[in-house]
C-alpha cells in the first residue's frame, strides 16, 4: 500500500518538485471547487462538507504532479556487517513449530532456508557473522551443531556482539529467539545502546504465544523428619492451564522403576495445586528419585512435567525423655513402641514415691540422678519431652520454666498426655507449661473421678476420629494411600479415657476428635502447635495402650503412630552442629554458599571454634572445603561449594573447640540443572517488541533483507525513489470522490 517499508520511510527522506504546471493546475482545481462552493444552493455545513471531500480528492490526485521521492540510503555491498543471533537454550526443545519441529529446528530453516533464508538474502550485501547465546554466546560457524544448553542471556549475548564489532561498521543485530531471557531489563538496556549507535536491532519471534494445554510440576519438597521406615512428605506445586478441573496422575520413579503413584484433580484456569503425599522410599540413605506430572492431551510443553527429587531418609539418633507419674498400661506400650525405633534413643523417669524415681534408657549412671532435670544443659540433650500423670507440683519453678525454654529455645519437642493428674486435673493453669501447650486449661471443666465408660469391651468406649486435617498430616498417615488411611483409623479400637480442655488456641490444629455420641459431647483429643522454635501437642487421652492390646499381634497401627508422633516433635530441634537446609537442590557449576549454625550446651550461638567439612562427590572423592565464621551472626559459618558433576553430594562438618570435638553432622545435596527455562515458557512477543527496533513475525522473514539493506551506515550510497505510483494514493482518491457522490445524493443534490 505504501509502496516502501516503515523503516525506509524512517531512514529515507522524502522531497518533491514544485513544477510550474504542477502549480498552475493547483489553483485552477481550487478556483473552480471555490467558485461551485458560492454558487451552490445547498445548506452551508453540506457545501463544506462536499468541498472538503473534493479538495481532499483533487489534492491526491494532483500530488504525483510534484514528483513526490524517497531518498533511501542502501548499503555498499560487503563494506558492512551483520550480527545473527541464535538462541540454543531449553526452551528452544520445544517441539510448536508449523510442522511439529522443535524452535531451533524452524530458526535453522529461518536462517539457512534456500529460498526465504536470512543468510540466503543478505550474504550478497553484507559480511555476516553468526553466533549463538544460552547462559554464555559464542561466535559460530554454523546453528546445526550448537547444543542446547540452560538458561538464557540475551543481554550478555548482546554487550559479546557489541564488544565484537567497536569500531567495525556493523549494520544491524538480528535475533532468533523466543524471548525468555533471565534479565530482562538488562537486555532492553543493551538493545537501546546499539539503537543509540543508529545499529537496528531485529528480533524474529519463535514459538507460541500460548499453549492449548499445559501443566507445569513447579515444585516438589521432601520434608525429612520422620526418617527409616516411616516414609517421607512431599510437599508439591502444580500450574495448570486447562479450561476446568483436570485429572491427572503423578508419580515417583526410582531410576526408570515406578515406586509411587497418586491421583490428583488439578484446578486448571492456570490456578497453583499446593498438594501434600505420604511416600515410602523403597531404599535408606540419600537417594535420587525423579518425580513426575501426568502429561495433558495435545500438551506441547512436556519438558516442565518432570523434576528431580533427592530423599534422605536417614535420621540421627533422637533423644525422647518419658516422665511418668505412676507405672500404668500407657506408658509401658508407648515405651515398647519408641524402644522398637532404630533411630529412636528412648529415657524414661518414673515416680515410684517421694522423692524416689525409677531410671530407664540412661547413658550413663549419673543421668538422671535426681529425678527430672534442672539445668539446660543436661534437659537440652534431649529432642522431646513426653509429660505423663504428673501433677504440676512434682516440678519447681524452675523446671517448668525450662521446659518452656527447652521448646521456645532449643526448638524440641514436647506433648501432654493425659491421666488423673493432667491438663486441668493437674493444676497446670497458669503456669508456663500452661503456656506452651497448644489448648487452654480449664478449671470448670476438672473430673473429680475420671468418667467412666460402660459397654461391651469392644463397644466400650468412643471412636478417635482424625479431623480432615488429621488425616493429610504426616505422623497421622498409617498408610500412604489416603482411602486406606481413614479405614485404618476408623477400624482402631475405642479409647476409654479423656480429659475435657479449653478450646485450640489461635494457630493450633486439631487432629483428632471425639465425636458426639451417647458418652457426651464433641470433644478435641489431639491438638499441635508451633511454639517458639519448637512444636507442642496435647493428646487428651491415657488409653492409646488399647490400640495395641486390641489388634492383632503382628499389626503395627499403634507403634507406627507413636513411632511417627514421636520423630514429628523433634523434627524441629536441631544438633549442636545444625546444617541450614534452605535448599537441597542445587545448580552445576555455579557458587553456592552453604550455612552452619553451632550451638553450646544451652543452645546459644557459639563462637570462637574450629569448623572442619568435607564433601564427598558423586564419584566417591572426597575433597575439604574452606569455611569461614560470619561476621555478622554469632556462631554461624560460611561453606562456599562450587560444584562441577552433577548427582548427590554428601557434607560432613565438624566443631572443634580447644581440640575438644563439640559435634558432628551430615547433609546430603542434588546437583541437578534448574529447568528454569522450560516454566513458562510461550513466546514473550510483548517484550520482544519492546526491545527491537523492528519486530518480525517468522512469515515476515523476507522483510530482513530490504529493511536492513536500507539502514543508514557510514558507507551507505542513496537512490531516489517515486512515490506518486502508491496503491494507497490511488484508493484514497477513488474513496473520496465515491464518498463525496454518495454525500450529495443523501442530501437531495446532483
Not at 559460530?140 to 540475551?154: F, K, M, N, Q, W
Not at 545499529?199 to 514459538?207: E, N
Not at 483436570?246 to 490456578?271: C, Q
Not at 486390641?550 to 514429628?568: I, N, Y
Request: some cysteine; glycine content about 8%.
Amino acid at each position: 500500500m505504501f509502496k516502501f517499508d516503515a523503516i525506509q520511510f524512517a531512514e529515507g527522506t522524502i522531497t518533491l518538485q514544485a513544477s510550474v504546471l504542477a502549480l498552475t493546475l493547483l489553483v485552477i482545481v481550487l478556483v473552480i471547487l471555490g467558485i461551485t462552493f458560492l454558487r451552490s444552493e445547498a445548506p452551508l455545513h453540506v457545501r463544506g462538507i462536499s468541498l472538503g471531500l473534493r479538495s481532499a480528492a483533487a489534492l491526491l490526485l494532483i500530488f504525483p504532479l510534484f514528483e513526490p521521492r524517497l531518498v533511501v540510503p542502501e548499503v555498499v555491498p560487503d563494506e558492512n556487517f551483520v550480527a545473527v543471533i541464535v538462541d540454543v537454550s531449553d526452551s528452544m526443545l520445544l517441539p510448536d513449530g508449523p510442522q511439529g519441529q522443535t524452535r531451533l529446528e524452524w530458526a535453522r530453516e529461518l536462517v539457512y532456508g534456500p529460498e526465504s533464508g536470512i543468510l540466503q538474502g543478505i550474504d550478497d550485501l553484507f559480511k555476516v557473522r553468526l553466533y549463538v547465546y544460552a547462559s554464555s554466546v559464542t561466535r559460530a560457524d554454523s546453528i546445526y551443531r550448537a547444543v542446547p544448553v540452560h538458561e538464557t542471556d540475551l543481554a550478555a549475548a548482546l554487550d559479546r556482539v557489541r564488544m565484537d564489532f567497536r569500531g567495525i561498521p556493523l549494520t544491524g543485530v538480528v535475533i532468533l529467539t523466543d524471548g525468555n531471557t533471565t534479565n530482562r531489563q538488562e537486555a532492553l538496556d543493551q538493545a537501546d545502546l546499539f539503537q543509540d549507535q543508529g545499529i537496528g536491532v531485529h528480533a524474529i519471534g519463535i514459538g507460541s504465544s500460548a499453549f492449548t494445554a499445559e501443566r507445569e510440576l513447579l515444585e516438589v519438597i521432601a520434608h525429612k523428619g520422620l526418617g527409616e521406615e516411616a516414609g517421607t512428605e512431599l510437599e508439591v506445586k502444580i500450574r495448570s492451564f486447562s479450561s476446568g478441573p483436570d485429572p491427572a496422575t503423578i508419580a515417583v520413579y526410582d531410576g526408570d522403576v515406578e515406586v509411587y503413584s497418586e491421583s490428583v484433580r488439578l484446578k486448571g484456569d492456570g490456578l497453583i495445586d499446593q498438594m501434600e503425599f505420604f511416600f515410602e522410599p523403597p531404599a535408606s540413605g540419600a537417594r535420587e528419585y525423579r518425580i513426575t506430572l501426568e502429561t495433558a492431551v495435545d500438551e506441547l510443553n512436556t519438558l516442565n512435567n518432570s523434576l528431580p527429587l533427592l530423599i534422605d531418609s536417614r535420621t540421627d539418633t533422637l533423644r525422647v525423655l518419658y516422665f511418668e507419674g505412676h507405672l500404668r498400661q500407657e506408658y509401658k506400650f508407648v515405651k515398647r513402641a519408641l524402644e522398637s525405633d532404630p533411630v529412636i534413643h528412648f529415657a524414661s523417669i518414673t515416680r515410684t514415691g517421694t522423692g524416689k524415681y525409677y531410671r530407664q534408657g540412661i547413658l550413663s549412671p549419673d543421668e538422671l540422678v535426681g529425678g527430672f532435670p534442672t539445668e539446660a544443659d543436661v534437659l537440652y540433650d534431649f529432642d522431646t519431652i513426653i509429660l505423663g500423670d504428673v501433677e504440676a507440683s512434682a516440678f519447681s519453678l524452675r523446671q517448668m520454666q525450662l521446659i518452656e525454654s527447652f521448646v521456645r529455645v532449643r526448638g524440641g519437642g514436647f506433648v501432654m498426655l493425659g491421666g488423673r493428674n493432667a491438663f486441668a486435673e493437674g493444676d497446670y493453669a497458669g503456669t508456663p507449661i500452661a503456656d506452651l501447650l497448644p489448648v487452654r486449661i480449664d478449671h470448670t471443666r476438672i473430673q473429680v473421678l475420671p468418667m467412666r465408660f460402660e459397654g461391651e469391651e469392644g463397644d466400650r468406649g468412643y471412636v478417635f476420629e482424625p479431623t480432615p486435617e488429621g488425616l493429610e498430616h504426616p505422623f497421622m498417615k498409617l498408610s500412604p494411600d489416603a482411602s486406606v488411611n481413614r479405614i485404618l483409623w476408623r477400624e482402631m479400637p475405642r479409647l476409654t479415657s479423656i480429659n475435657f480442655l479449653g478450646g485450640a488456641k489461635p494457630g493450633a490444629q486439631i487432629l483428632a476428635m471425639k465425636s458426639e455420641d451417647h458418652n457426651g459431647s464433641e470433644e478435641s483429643i489431639l491438638t499441635i502447635q508451633r511454639y517458639g522454635k519448637g512444636r507442642t501437642a496435647a493428646l487428651a487421652t491415657s488409653s492409646t495402650w488399647r490400640w495395641q492390646m486390641l489388634l492383632e499381634a503382628e499389626d503395627e497401627r499403634h507403634e507406627r503412630f507413636w513411632k511417627q508422633f514421636a520423630r514429628w516433635l523433634a523434627a524441629s530441634a536441631p544438633a549442636r552442629v545444625d546444617l541450614e537446609t534452605s535448599g537441597t537442590r542445587l545448580a552445576p557449576e555455579e557458587s553456592h554458599q552453604l550455612g552452619v549454625r553451632v550451638y553450646d550446651e544451652t543452645y546459644l550461638p557459639l563462637t570462637g571454634i574450629e569448623l572442619h567439612a568435607m564433601i564427598q562427590a558423586p564419584d566417591r572423592t572426597i575433597q575439604s572445603l574452606s569455611t569461614k565464621e560470619s561476621l555478622s551472626e554469632d556462631g554461624r559459618f560460611k561453606i562456599h561449594f562450587t560444584p562441577e558433576e552433577q548427582g548427590v553430594y554428601e557434607l560432613m562438618v565438624e566443631a572443634v573447640q580447644d581440640g575438644e570435638l563439640i559435634g558432628r553432622n551430615r547433609g546430603s545435596y542434588l546437583v541437578r540443572h534448574q529447568p528454569l527455562e522450560y516454566y513458562n515458557a510461550t513466546l514473550k512477543q510483548e517484550f520482544l517488541e519492546q526491545m527491537a527496533t523492528v519486530y518480525y513475525t517468522p512469515a515476515e522473514i523476507s522483510d530482513v533483507r530490504m529493511n536492513l539493506q536500507s539502514r543508514q551506515t557510514s558507507t551507505s550510497v542513496y537512490r531516489a525513489a517515486y512515490l506518486w505510483d502508491m496503491p494507497l494514493l490511488f484508493i484514497l482518491s477513488i474513496l473520496l470522490l465515491c464518498g463525496e457522490w454518495l454525500y450529495r445524493r443523501r442530501q437531495g443534490l446532483r
